[in-house]
């Protein structure tokens, strides 16, 4: 690898979340905790979206694929901790470092596109919704999905190739819990201001190319709601893009706190990684689930299948 010839430092030391040894049992509990319910949360909901057929429209097409990122997003760095935690001496080689950068900011990329896919799916749904059919196909759908993903891998690689020709001369710590480009970068002992340009330009794009159209999609959807004379009919309207709405705020809000803001090394920094990259993941099959008429009754019906078939 072209990163061994220019570094004679072959990893890095991660602070974690804590040196108390009984704190990090607690951490470790808690994590864990959060682990499963991701992990069960997500499964839960993609099984739920197959198994029933009334919910094999674009809107949980793209549910599905969202808890499909969440499941990977969680996987690439919450296992780490986990190890970590229980570990004396936390590690993490440089290729290792590298690695990890990438697969964050492939299935965070990709989810800020798909988040914004899922604005203009709503956009459509209640601003032409004699059209939706037509409009969302499923041909399109698959596209706008592959597309996230495609243009997500090439700002990751992008985003890598920036680190990839650093020099790290000595034993260096990371006063982080995982590896991330804003902590990585201060450890440099080459010129990095050309690389924090460049990462600066690319979130900026990436950030609010993605959520611009969140942005113009719901000034279109609350002009579309306020216009409709029932009180049923906006409040219906609503419920339909409320929690996709928690969700963007969610992710947004943490995501570019921690990208835009210089690394401080303080608290902040880590419960914004946290927030994004591990609360997140957890929060949007509950936030689906329990704000969606639509999915609270696939689970009754799918529940009421399963005891049917027991008996």
């Given at each position: 690898?072209?990163?061994?010839?220019?570094?004679?430092?072959?990893?890095?030391?991660l602070?974690?979340?804590s040196?108390?040894?009984?704190?990090?049992?607690?951490l470790?509990?808690?994590?864990?905790?959060?682990?499963?319910?991701?992990?069960?949360?997500?499964?839960?909901?993609?099984?739920?979206?197959?198994?029933?057929?009334?919910?094999?429209?674009?809107?949980?097409?793209?549910?599905?694929?969202?808890?499909?990122?969440?499941?990977?997003?969680?996987?690439?760095?919450?296992?780490?901790?986990?190890?970590?935690l229980?570990?004396?001496?936390?590690?993490?080689?440089?290729?290792?470092?590298?690695?990890?950068?990438?697969?964050?900011?492939?299935?965070?990329?990709?989810?800020?596109?798909?988040?914004?896919?899922?604005?203009?799916?709503?956009?459509?749904?209640?601003?032409?919704?004699?059209?939706?059919?037509?409009?969302?196909?499923?041909?399109?759908?698959?596209?706008?999905?592959?597309?996230?993903?495609?243009?997500?891998?090439?700002?990751?690689?992008?985003i890598?190739?920036?680190?990839?020709?650093?020099?790290?001369?000595?034993?260096?710590?990371?006063?982080?819990?995982?590896?991330?480009?804003?902590?990585?970068?201060?450890?440099?002992?080459?010129?990095?201001?050309?690389?924090?340009?460049?990462?600066?330009?690319?979130?900026?794009?990436?950030?609010?190319?993605?959520?611009?159209?969140?942005?113009?999609?719901?000034?279109?959807?609350?002009?579309?709601?306020?216009?409709?004379?029932?009180?049923?009919?906006?409040?219906?309207?609503?419920?339909?893009?409320?929690?996709?709405?928690i969700?963007?705020?969610?992710?947004?809000?943490?995501?570019?706190?921690?990208?835009?803001?210089?690394?401080?090394?303080?608290?902040?920094?880590?419960?914004?990684?946290?927030?994004?990259?591990?609360?997140?993941?957890?929060?949007n099959?509950?936030?689906?689930?329990?704000?969606?008429?639509?999915?609270?009754?696939?689970?009754?019906?799918?529940?009421?299948?399963?005891?049917?078939?027991l008996?």
């Amino acid at each position: 690898m072209a990163l061994r010839n220019h570094s004679t430092n072959s990893e890095f030391v991660l602070t974690g979340l804590s040196d108390d040894p009984h704190v990090q049992s607690l951490l470790f509990v808690l994590f864990l905790g959060i682990y499963l319910l991701t992990l069960m949360g997500n499964l839960l909901l993609l099984l739920l979206i197959r198994a029933d057929s009334r919910l094999h429209t674009p809107m949980y097409f793209f549910l599905s694929n969202l808890s499909l990122l969440d499941l990977c997003f969680s996987s690439v760095t919450v296992p780490k901790l986990l190890k970590d935690l229980l570990s004396e001496k936390k590690t993490i080689s440089v290729e290792g470092c590298l690695t990890q950068i990438f697969f964050v900011f492939i299935t965070a990329g990709t989810e800020a596109f798909l988040l914004s896919v899922m604005a203009y799916d709503r956009y459509a749904a209640i601003c032409h919704p004699l059209l939706y059919g037509q409009v969302m196909s499923n041909q399109l759908c698959v596209r706008l999905v592959l597309a996230s993903w495609g243009l997500a891998s090439l700002n990751s690689a992008v985003i890598v190739l920036l680190a990839v020709n650093l020099d790290f001369c000595d034993a260096q710590t990371i006063h982080h819990y995982t590896c991330e480009l804003p902590s990585l970068f201060p450890l440099s002992c080459s010129d990095i201001s050309i690389n924090v340009e460049i990462l600066i330009c690319s979130i900026i794009l990436h950030g609010f190319g993605t959520f611009l159209p969140i942005f113009f999609s719901y000034a279109c959807i609350v002009s579309t709601i306020l216009s409709i004379s029932s009180t049923t009919g906006r409040v219906k309207a609503f419920s339909t893009c409320s929690s996709h709405l928690i969700a963007v705020i969610l992710f947004f809000g943490s995501g570019l706190i921690r990208y835009l803001l210089p690394p401080s090394g303080s608290s902040l920094d880590l419960l914004s990684s946290l927030q994004y990259s591990t609360v997140t993941p957890m929060l949007n099959p509950l936030i689906y689930s329990l704000k969606n008429t639509e999915v609270k009754a696939a689970v009754r019906r799918t529940l009421g299948k399963f005891l049917q078939h027991l008996r």
